[in-house]
Structures are given as C-alpha cells and as structure tokens.
C-alpha cells in the first residue's frame, strides 16, 4: 500500500515561513516524481510545485516562483516543500503527490497516489 503523509503546515502570519514535509511509503521513491499541489476553499487544486525523479530538475507555478523550494531526499523517502515570504493567498491546503513516472509535471492526471493534505493558513 502505498502512503503518502504530511506534515509541517499550520497559522503563521505573512512573511513567515514554513517547511512541509512528505513521508512516502510503499512506491519506488528514488525512481519516482513527486508533486506539491494545493488547493483552496471554492477553488479547483492547482499544481504548485514538482522534481523528477532525481531530483535534478524542478517546475514551479508562477504565483510561487522564487519564494518555494522543493527538494528530495531518496535516503529518507522524503519530500519537502520550503515556503518562504508566505501570503495571505498561499492559504490553502496542501498536497503531497507521487507519481509513477519520472518528470516533474505540473498536471494533476499524472499523479497516481495523493497525501490526505496538511492545512496552511496565513493572516494578514
């Protein structure tokens, strides 16, 4: 079975910053790309960040660029996302996604296995 968990979110204030952190069980996690997506209250989840399989390569939504991070650590089966210069509007909560194939996409349809969410929220 395959298990996806996250941790790390939680109220913090705009400007602050926080690291989300993605257990993986049960998959080849050194072969496999994994996902950062989020979604809001009355919104449609969106992609917010994704690495290949190596981690040598990495794709970002353009409202995140330059403020987030993710990273991956095969020797742990661990995915992180660093959020730095947190805004009101990064409130959302946020998924970890793993999928089967090696590149860092950005579509929701190419991930097979979803975290059940960690809730970050932001005031302002």
């Known amino acids: 079975q395959v298990q996806l968990v996250e941790s790390g979110g939680g109220l913090v204030q705009a400007g602050d910053s926080l690291r989300l952190s993605c257990a993986a069980a049960?998959?080849?996690?050194?072969?496999?790309?994994m996902g950062w997506f989020r979604q809001a209250p009355g919104k449609e989840r969106e992609f917010v960040a994704a690495i290949n399989w190596s981690g040598g390569i990495t794709n970002y939504a353009g409202p995140v660029k330059g403020r987030f991070t993710i990273s991956k650590d095969n020797a742990k089966n661990t995915v992180y996302l660093q959020m730095n210069s947190l805004k009101p509007e990064d409130t959302a909560v946020y998924y970890c996604a793993a999928s089967r194939n090696l590149v860092a996409s950005s579509a929701r349809g190419a991930y097979d296995f979803w975290g059940q969410g960690t809730q970050v929220t932001v005031s302002s």
């Open positions: 049960g998959l080849p996690f050194s072969t496999s790309a």
